[in-house]
């Protein structure tokens, strides 16, 4: 595992670049995002979701959280979007709202079988973490993200427990020390038509009911 130790949030150059080239050869890298460590691989690479699979050992289900750059890469990871959800992918993101959605025939169909054998959907989000952010502005493509623990255990914050358990998988991890705990995402549910709150997180029902008023208005 070749690691960087960032001086701050700021990811130079150098280590993006290595970072972007472990994922266009279809290797598993690990970054900061928000309050935990994410082990990460090219989402529309097969080899690549399938290393990652076996490296968080699931045997029930693929991880199904896809990081983007933009609402406009969302168009292209959701089988369907309504106005009503793209607006509010321009209104919350980047920030921690995960918008769940049927993922579209662009993933290979491996990975689609995969990432929607548990629920049908994926969810969708552009991280606020810098970190995160520069690594998947400039790979370009969406990267399918898992939380960089075995499943069912803990670890995700602490780098020293990230390189235990996945050493000889990763590829190359950016360490920036133990990350403080902090309120997950909240899950908002874009399937079916209508927009549903699946789980209240960061970002509160409040503000996500005042956009869908604004919009029907």
Known sequence: MKLFTVDGDALGAGPRDELVDVLEHDGIICFPAENNYRLGASAFSAEAVGALIAAK????????????????????????????????????????????????????????????????????????????????????KPILVTSANISRKKGATSPAQVRKNFGRQVEAMVDLGDLPPGTPSTLVDLSGGAVSIRRQGAVSEETIRGIIERAAG
């Open 57 to 140: 050992r699931r045997s029930s289900h693929a991880p199904s959280l896809v990081f983007v750059k933009g609402p406009e890469m969302l168009e292209r990871v959701a089988a369907q979007l309504s106005p009503l959800g793209r607006t509010l992918a321009r209104e919350l993101w980047p920030g921690p709202v995960t918008l769940l959605v049927e993922p579209s025939d662009a993933f290979p169909p491996k990975v689609h079988k995969a990432i929607a054998k548990a629920t049908g959907l994926i969810g969708v989000r552009v991280p606020a973490h810098p970190v995160a952010r520069a690594v998947v502005e400039a790979f370009g």
